[in-house]
């Protein structure tokens, strides 16, 4: 047996020392920003699977720190990340409709989205080959790297809502233009008012109703706020942008390193969605029971009338993206991402509703047709 001489273990072991600590000198921790409460699916496991899955894919060379509502919101989330405050950062593009026309010509169309995984996956893929919607981006210094839904979006209430006409003369907040237009078909009045805002909204009575997630009933505690949940699908919120890095960040990552940013997102993504539209449904379920908050179940005429008006709005959203904000060809692109949505239920059904099956399809049919050298720059 052949023994190392005891100053070349030492020198051996110095060395291995060294490079150890040269490694943890190189990981680099980066500012993260979900925006939302702890209890927001946006939050976890949106932001703490994609901090956990960063430093796995990158072997421990990156990793995040979170960082509180008090320092970042939805709000001011274009500016964080602007003035380098956050270096990812939750951005919802419905909260800048001036400055991203072509994303939210496909983002506000709420009512095409019957399964969130499938609605994040077709955003995923129109704005990852949408060369307007990366134009818009680079103009505010964001990298696009995933979208996430909602589950099917309901009206939670202080009155009764069965018929169009109790739907008549109610003042109800909306976290978008389509819900906006569809409040006014229904002869409400629709409120712009930030989601951290309708519990006081209500409680105060501004407000008489929220079309909004079943899972804001534990995000944002309204058990205490409504009394009322009628179940009438009126599709998802998919205007989201995951995990926006901000340009210079980017530009400092390797291609490795931006590609594994991708995929943890799209799988965090898929998580998102799974816990908002599937687990947090069935909690938000047992809690109104158990504060008494009366299921309703619209009547036939109340849906036909949504359906109506989800058909027809298409139409007069292209119009307005055209005329309002000079996006081209506005028609053609709500067909490519209709079509995109239609390639995104069949591929859920094909591959079961599983988060880790639809990140690794996003991955295939999107991503790895990506040159991270150049994506983005």
Known sequence: ???????????????????????????????????VPPAHPAYTPLYTEFMAQIAEETEGRLGGQIMGTEVANIGNMRNAIRSGLVEVGLFLPAYFPADLPEINLVGDM??????????????????????????????????????????????????????????AGLRLRVGGPQYSRWAEAMSATPASIPVGEQFEALSQGVIDGTVASMGDIISFRLED???????????????????????????SLSPEEREAIVRASTEASALGSERWAYEMTDEALALADE?????????????????????????????????????????????????????????????????????????REVWDRVDFTTYGI
């Open 110 to 167: 709420a009512l095409l989205g019957t399964n969130s995984y499938a609605m994040g996956a077709a955003m995923t893929e129109y704005i990852a080959t949408c060369e307007a919607c990366q134009e818009e981006l680079k103009r505010l210094g964001i990298i696009y790297t995933s979208s996430h839904a909602s589950d099917t979006y309901q009206l939670l209430s202080t009155q009764p809502v069965r018929t169009v006409e109790d739907l």
């Open 1 to 35: 047996m052949t023994h190392r001489p005891l100053f070349k273990t030492l020198a051996l072991a110095a060395a291995i020392g060294s490079l150890t600590l040269a490694a943890q000198a190189q990981a680099r921790d980066l500012r993260l920003a979900p925006g």
């Open 291 to 363: 504060h008494g908050i009366e299921i309703l179940e619209p009547s036939d005429d109340l849906v036909a009338a949504s359906r109506a008006f989800g058909e027809q709005d298409l139409d007069y959203a292209a119009r307005q993206a055209e005329e309002r904000y000079g996006v081209e060809d506005a028609r053609a692109k709500l067909d490519r991402f209709i079509a995109l949505v239609d390639k995104w239920n069949g591929m859920v059904e094909e591959v079961g509703e599983d988060p880790v099956a639809v990140a690794e399809a996003v991955n």
């Open 225 to 251: 706020a409504v009394d009322y949940l009628t179940m009438l699908d009126l599709g998802t919120f998919h205007s989201t942008i995951s995990h926006a890095v901000a340009l210079p960040v980017w530009q």
